[in-house]
C-alpha cells in the first residue's frame, strides 16, 4: 500500500503531503579519502528519516580516479536501532582491473562490503535498499577504502540517494 493513505474524507494538509516526497541527496562536490579503511558518512549523502517508518532506498554512487589500488568499502546505515539490507552492483575487489565481472549480493543494514575500481575509469555503482526505522535518525552512505592507500578514493560530484517512504 502506498504511503500515505488518502481515505476517502480526509482532509489533506501540508505534513501529509509533504510525508509523500521523497527524501534526496545529492553531491555536490568530489570527496577524496586516502589512507583510511575507516568506513565513515559521506558528508553529503545523509537523509534524515523520521520514527517508525519503512523506506525503499536507491542511488547511484560515481567514483572517479586513478586509484586501483585502493577500490571502494562501502555500507548503507541507518539510524540506531534500524534493521535493512542494501546491495551495491559493482566489480569485485578482485576483478578490479575488469569492470565487466560484476558482484551482486545484498547486506545487512551497516554491513560493509568492497568493490572495485579498475584504473581511471568513472564507475557508477548502482545502490538499492530498504530500511525499517524505530527512532528518527539519518541513513547515510558510508565508505572509505578496502586497503589503505596514498592516492585516494574519490566518490564524485553527481552522486545521489533516495528515500520512498512506504509505510
Known amino acids: 500500500m502506498p504511503y500515505p493513505v488518502y481515505p476517502a474524507g ?8 509533504q510525508a509523500a516526497v521523497p527524501l534526496e541527496a545529492m553531491k555536490a562536490a568530489d570527496t577524496d579519502r586516502a589512507s583510511t579503511t575507516t568506513v565513515t ?7 534524515a528519516l523520521a520514527a517508525s517508518a519503512e523506506y525503499q532506498i536507491e542511488g547511484m554512487i560515481l567514483t572517479s580516479n586513478a586509484n586501483q589500488a585502493g577500490d571502494l568499502m562501502c555500507t548503507l546505515a541507518g539510524p540506531a536501532g534500524a534493521v535493512g539490507t542494501w546491495s551495491v552492483m ?7 582491473s575488469d569492470a565487466n565481472t560484476i558482484r551482486q549480493r545484498s547486506f545487512s543494514l551497516g554491513t560493509a562490503a568492497g568493490y572495485g575500481h579498475p584504473g581511471a575509469n568513472q ?5 538499492h535498499g530498504r530500511i525499517i526505522t524505530t527512532g528518527a535518525g539519518n541513513a547515510s552512505f558510508n565508505w572509505a577504502q578496502v586497503a589503505s592507500n596514498a592516492t585516494p578514493t574519490r566518490v564524485a560530484a553527481g552522486s545521489w540517494l533516495r528515500a520512498i517512504r512506504t509505510g
Open 10 to 17: 480526509r482532509r489533506i494538509t501540508a505534513s501529509l503531503l
Open 41 to 47: 558518512a559521506d558528508p553529503e549523502l545523509i537523509l
Open 90 to 96: 559493482g566489480p569485485d575487489t578482485l576483478a578490479s
Open 123 to 127: 564507475m557508477a555503482y548502482p545502490l
